[in-house]
Nanobody, 119 residues
Framework: QVHLVESGGLLVQPGGSLRLSCAAS????????MGWYCQAPGKQRELVAT???????NYAESVKCRFTISRDDAKNTVYLQMDSLKPEDTAVYYC?????????????WGQGTQVTVSS
């Protein structure tokens, strides 16, 4: 079992920055891919950024060059640096830990943190 706890969501003005944090209950980054997803009201949850167990990263087109995913293995924490925020970035942001072992997959989610971009 893996517990994930997100923090850092706030109300911020357009053009501003935020850093979200996701603390894992144990050391998992070497075997789990970590990701950030967002869900806006009335919409499905969608991928924002991922970081594989070997550190490869992937981003949704809408956040490329604005958001950066990183991790601190010593702190069991993954971050999402969000710059040049836009109103359309408003959503609940969720942290995910994903692992596939043969035919089995393991997914763990945090409780989410609200990001609101508004003037």
């Amino acid at each position: 079992q893996v517990h994930l706890v997100e923090s850092g969501g706030l109300l911020v003005q357009p053009g501003g920055s935020l850093r979200l944090s996701c603390a894992a209950s144990r050391s998992i980054f070497s075997i789990y891919a970590m990701g950030w997803y967002c869900q806006a009201p009335g919409k499905q949850r969608e991928l924002v950024a991922t970081s594989t167990s070997v550190g490869s990263t992937n981003y949704a087109e809408s956040v490329k060059c604005r958001f950066t995913i990183s991790r601190d293995d010593a702190k069991n924490t993954v971050y999402l640096q969000m710059d040049s925020l836009k109103p359309e970035d408003t959503a609940v942001y969720y942290c995910n830990a994903h692992r596939r072992v043969g035919a089995a997959t393991y997914d763990y989610w945090g409780q989410g943190t609200q990001v609101t971009v508004s003037s």
